[in-house]
């Protein structure tokens, strides 16, 4: 970089979320039309077009995504590791939605015991 270029420090946190969307859409075979249509059985209104600009931009409100999240029928999600890792990285980059949905082992870091009484970090 030659300092006249600026680069948006979100860039690949944005990459990441459109990944995680689009990895989850994979898993199911779920196309842009039928999310679309499940949206709508939800209440929330949206076109295919505003969708795919939506997830092209990777910017979106968590409102919007937890609303995508439960049209396509995601009931638990297992983020990957910030950008800046190695697997975090690779969740980020333009084959990051397939490895998603894969599933492959991205969340590879290693985690403290949980407290007393708790078998995960999850929430139900």
């Known amino acids: 970089?030659?300092?006249?270029?600026?680069?948006?420090?979100?860039?690949?946190?944005?990459?990441?979320?459109?990944?995680?969307?689009?990895?989850?859409?994979?898993?199911?075979?779920?196309?842009?039309?039928?999310?679309?249509?499940?949206?709508?059985?939800?209440?929330?209104?949206?076109?295919?077009?505003?969708?795919?600009?939506?997830?092209?931009?990777?910017?979106?409100?968590?409102?919007w995504f937890l609303q995508i999240m439960a049209a396509i029928g995601v009931e638990r999600l297992l983020l990957p590791q910030p950008p800046g890792t190695p697997s975090g990285d690779e969740a980020a980059s333009d084959g990051g939605a397939h490895v998603l949905a894969r599933g492959a082992n991205y969340r590879s870091r290693k985690k403290a015991a949980p407290p007393a009484g708790h078998s995960d970090d999850s929430i139900d």
């Open 1 to 63: 970089m030659d300092g006249s270029e600026t680069q948006n420090p979100d860039e690949a946190w944005e990459r990441q979320a459109k990944n995680l969307v689009r990895g989850e859409l994979m898993k199911r075979g779920m196309s842009h039309q039928q999310l679309v249509h499940e949206l709508a059985l939800l209440g929330v209104t949206e076109t295919v077009p505003n969708l795919r600009n939506k997830l092209s931009r990777g910017r979106f409100t968590i409102v």
